[in-house]
């Protein structure tokens, strides 16, 4: 059964500060992984997502790195911005079309 | 430009009525999911569907009963509601399952039920 795993489960960094949030998966046969954004009460929004065969996307501030073999995920936000702050979700895509989600990281950016 | 939505966004029910939750998507897309949102639990895959007339349970099934007769509507029941059903449910949808691109899910705002 596929696990994942978010650390930190919360996060507060000054504005301007540049982060790293991770996310890790136990059952490296996935078909892509997914980092989504969560505001309270709301939706989830997509922000990137990346096959299974690359290494890494990019949009705007956020890059994130996927490591199938060590089973591991990061989103590296670059010079944080209030407006950042929200639950940052990953979740992998398995063989089967199922969607197995992390428990989120809570990021609070101070200005 | 409706996207996927969801309806209600907010039910009261009672334990052992029976609630449809609906889910509508305007892009054709083949994938659908639901899912419910739990402090302590996160996102759970309740059940899912390939395509019209295709369905499959995921992490949490029982209790639910789904459908999919048309590939743009995919309504979640709750047979008989209980407490613990209680939660916030998402319905997403895809375009394919593939190890595509255009594999991103895009959700709902979400349906929040209580039971009492």
């Known amino acids: 059964k596929q696990e994942v795993t978010q650390i930190p489960a919360a996060l507060s960094v000054p504005e301007g500060e540049n982060l790293v949030l991770n996310c890790s998966f136990t059952d490296s046969a996935i078909y892509n992984l997914q980092w989504f954004r969560q505001d309270p009460g709301k939706g989830l929004t997509s922000l990137l997502l990346?096959?299974?065969?690359?290494r890494e996307q990019t949009s705007g501030r956020l890059n994130a790195s996927l490591d199938k073999s060590s089973g591991r995920s990061t989103l590296y936000i670059a010079a944080s911005q209030p407006g950042d702050s929200a639950t940052y979700l990953c979740?992998?895509?398995?063989?089967?079309?199922?969607?197995?989600f992390g428990d989120g990281t809570t990021l609070t950016v101070k200005p | 430009d409706a996207g996927i939505t969801q309806s209600p966004r907010y039910k009261i029910t009672e334990t052992g009525r029976q609630v449809t939750l609906m889910c509508h998507q305007t892009?054709?897309?083949?994938?659908m999911f639901w899912y419910r949102q739990d402090l302590g639990h996160g996102l759970r895959l309740i059940y899912y569907?390939?395509?019209?007339?295709?369905?499959d349970k995921g992490e949490v099934p029982d209790g639910y009963v789904v459908s999919r007769s048309k590939t743009e509507n995919f309504p979640l029941t709750l047979e008989s509601a209980t407490r613990s059903q209680t939660s916030v449910y998402f319905c997403?949808?895809?375009?394919?399952?593939?190890?595509?691109?255009?594999?991103?899910?895009?959700f709902g705002a979400g349906t929040r039920l209580s039971v009492l």
């Open positions: 997403a949808s895809s375009k394919t399952r593939g190890g595509e691109l255009r594999n991103i899910q895009y």
């Open positions: 990346i096959q299974s065969s690359q």
């Open positions: 892009w054709s897309h083949s994938y």
């Open positions: 569907s390939a395509a019209a007339d295709i369905t």
């Open positions: 979740a992998v895509i398995g063989n089967a079309g199922k969607s197995t």
